[in-house]
């Protein structure tokens, strides 16, 4: 088992910025690829941001790509979402995801998910 527990979501103003921690415990959270999701109301989990297991390689869905970054820090245990010039459209509950023997780019792969943490870009 994993267990993953977000923070650091909130309110912010469009063109604002937010950091989204993700803390993992249970297995070796180094065998995990790690992915942040995000379900808007009305509308499916979709995925935002993926990293590997090392840490070497990204990848972000276009709707964030150059606003949005993932990084990890094995040693902490922990995957972070940097978001910056937030939009309304960002607006979602955020989760992170753990996925054992993919890319962490689909959520019907992800093994693992957090109880998720709400971010609202409003003015």
């Known amino acids: 088992q994993v267990q993953l527990v977000e923070s650091g979501g909130g309110m912010v103003q469009p063109g604002g910025s937010l950091r989204l921690s993700c803390a993992a415990s249970?297995?070796?959270?180094?065998?995990?690829?790690m992915g942040w999701f995000r379900q808007a109301p009305g509308k499916e989990r979709e995925f935002v941001a993926a990293?590997?297991?090392?840490?070497?390689?990204?990848l972000f869905a276009d709707s964030v790509k150059g606003r949005f970054t993932i990084s990890r820090d094995n040693a902490k245990n922990t995957v972070y979402l940097q978001m910056n010039s937030l939009k309304a459209e960002d607006t979602a509950v955020y989760y992170c995801?753990?996925?054992?023997?993919?890319?962490?780019?689909?959520?019907?792969?992800?093994?693992?998910w957090g109880q998720g943490t709400q971010v609202t870009v409003s003015s």
């Open positions: 249970g297995r070796t959270f180094s065998n995990y690829a």
């Open positions: 990293i590997s297991r090392s840490g070497s390689g990204t």
């Open positions: 995801g753990a996925d054992r023997n993919g890319g962490a780019t689909s959520r019907t792969r992800v093994d693992y």
